[in-house]
């Protein structure tokens, strides 16, 4: 029991800052794009499709990375397609802006985006997913092993 807590502490310690980075820049990249986009494209009184949107990227965001972290590959993909949505729609936001604030704020995005890429494909975050899925492998065999001794 204790070394397990201490080898969650050495992932931890490890793995979470790139974690964070990944997961932060690309939920304020995804509000960047859903907010430039509302605001460019719905009508003035009409607010309820943009918090929609919102909500359905943020639900989509929190699924693939629960799944990511219970050691599912298709959740690392989700993950970056929703980075690539995210800075497609800050780059189509950015050239819909005139100047001013909406442009800047479509650039971070954008930037936010890349570096939630750049995290994603970084070495580090490539052992947290590899370890991820071999803890899912032991957890498997684990479960199988109580079923036959259960029979």
């Not at 929190?62 to 050691?71: D, H, P």
């Amino acid at each position: 029991m204790i070394e397990q807590r201490l080898e969650l502490r050495r992932f931890l310690r490890r793995h979470f800052a790139v974690f964070a980075v990944m997961y932060v820049a690309g939920v304020l990249s995804l509000v960047s794009a859903n907010f430039l986009l509302g605001l460019l494209h719905a009508p003035r009184n009409e607010l309820a499709a943009p918090f929609f949107t919102l909500m359905g990227c943020a639900l989509a965001w929190s699924l693939a990375t629960f799944a990511m972290i219970r050691g599912f590959r298709w959740g690392t993909q989700a993950l970056v397609t929703l980075l690539l949505f995210s800075g497609g729609a800050n780059l189509i936001a950015w050239w819909q802006a005139g100047s001013g604030l909406e442009q800047k704020m479509a650039m971070g995005g954008l930037a936010l985006a890349l570096l939630g890429l750049l995290a994603v494909n970084s070495r580090r975050h490539r052992e947290m997913r590899q370890r991820l899925r071999d803890y899912r492998a032991m957890r498997q065999t684990r479960a199988q092993r109580m079923r036959s001794h259960t029979r």
